[in-house]
């Protein structure tokens, strides 16, 4: 079984070995269907007579488990040569030498085929009956929520190198570009201006510490260390000085951020500065997906006990499948790698942590090659002022 986590390989064996043991057949094992092909993921028992490998690929067509899994061959076969299963029991690899068979599919819990869960013998077993094949189930959904797990994990664990990888080359290409120009300027040249050279040094150098705060965010949530302090702030200075440093890190022109924002105050009981990160956040986003020079629009409203923040663009949009994982820690929309669009994987998990800090909500709704419509919503007063 492909993992590291050797507590579930080690539940996995444990379930082939009662299985076994409970039918009395000699061999458990658990198989996967991939790509035209059964793969024999683990065993348990004795091989010796089978010489089943689990480094082979077997045509999925001729397997019993295939045959099995889609009806053409009953779940359990106390003797496989007997009349009513021998002519297509015999069309399957390894006839010859499996004298008894009690399978069933293995299913994902939400309801995907993995595979099956099975256990053979040389000679035929009389006393086998629909019990056994009871009995084979539940371990095969035990098994299926172990693989589940495995997969979580992995995909987890695939997220964060390529997180890993994807920091290294968003910081890299900054700070290269800061250095580059505070040689330049170091130099004298006489074509460069100043201020011009200035202001992308700032825009580069607010990029990274927007990466930065992201990846400290993330730190210390997992550590259960993420705090906010709490102070009476107006919301609509938050929008406004977070649409400024969005623009700046984005390197886009100023004008195609369209604020409504109300000229009266909209004051709340939050932490400013976590505020505005997941603003920042939200409208660098909503920038970096839409068409060079489309627009973003920024409004902020209060309505009753809350205020309410949107974030909408014109972009790529997302899709239905992916919105309910865009809190999730390093994950990336499948429009977004669809369109090479580079990123962290930590914007969206970030201003969706800083949401609930607040005991506030972030929510999207979105088309693909619609655009998005980002939506925070925060209470104006503290929890303890509300009880």
């Not at 992308?200 to 965010?217: F, G, K, T």
């Amino acid at each position: 079984m492909p993992t590291t986590d050797t507590q579930t390989n080690e539940l996995i064996h444990r379930a082939m070995e009662a299985a076994r043991e409970l039918t009395g057949l000699k061999l458990a094992y658990v198989t996967q269907f991939l790509d035209g092909a059964q793969h024999v993921q683990a065993m348990d028992g004795d091989n010796g007579p089978f010489g089943i490998s689990l480094d082979a690929a077997y045509p999925l067509e001729t397997t019993i488990c295939q045959r099995m899994v889609d009806g053409r061959l009953p779940r359990v076969m106390a003797d496989t040569h007997a009349a009513e299963v021998v002519d297509a029991f015999n069309e399957t690899a390894g006839s010859a030498i499996i004298g008894a068979y009690v399978g069933v599919p293995i299913r994902l819990p939400d309801g995907r085929l993995y595979g099956s869960f099975c256990c053979i013998s040389h000679e035929a077993h009389p006393e086998l009956t629909e019990r056994d094949t009871a009995l084979l189930r539940m371990f095969a959904r035990l098994v299926g929520d172990q693989i589940a797990e495995i997969q979580k994990t992995d995909a987890t664990q695939r997220a964060q190198n390529e997180f890993l990888a994807s920091v290294s080359h968003d910081l890299r290409s900054p700070l290269i570009a800061v250095r580059n120009l505070a040689e330049d300027l170091a130099a004298g040249y006489d074509d460069l201006d100043p201020v011009d050279t200035g202001a992308v040094i700032e825009r580069e150098a607010q990029r990274v510490l927007s990466m930065v705060d992201d990846i400290l965010l993330v730190s210390r949530q997992r550590a259960g260390a993420l705090t906010v302090d709490l102070a009476a702030a107006d919301l609509a200075d938050v929008v406004r000085s977070s649409a400024r440093s969005a623009a700046t890190v984005a390197g886009a022109d100023g004008g195609r951020i369209a604020l409504a924002v109300p000229d009266e105050p909209v004051t709340a009981e939050v932490d400013a500065a976590r505020v505005a990160q997941a603003l920042q956040n939200l409208i660098e986003n909503a920038l970096k997906y839409s068409p060079r020079g489309g627009p973003v629009d920024v409004r902020l409203r209060r309505e009753a006990t809350v205020a309410v923040i949107e974030v909408q663009d014109r972009g790529i949009g997302v899709t239905p499948a992916d919105q309910a994982r865009l809190g999730e820690r390093f994950f990336r929309a499948s429009t977004a790698t669809a369109h090479g669009i580079k990123g962290i994987g930590l914007g969206l998990a970030t201003a969706q942590a800083i949401a609930a800090l607040h005991e506030g909500t972030l929510s999207t709704t979105s088309e693909p090659d619609e655009g998005s419509t980002f939506t925070l919503i925060l209470p104006l007063a503290a929890a303890a002022d509300r009880a």
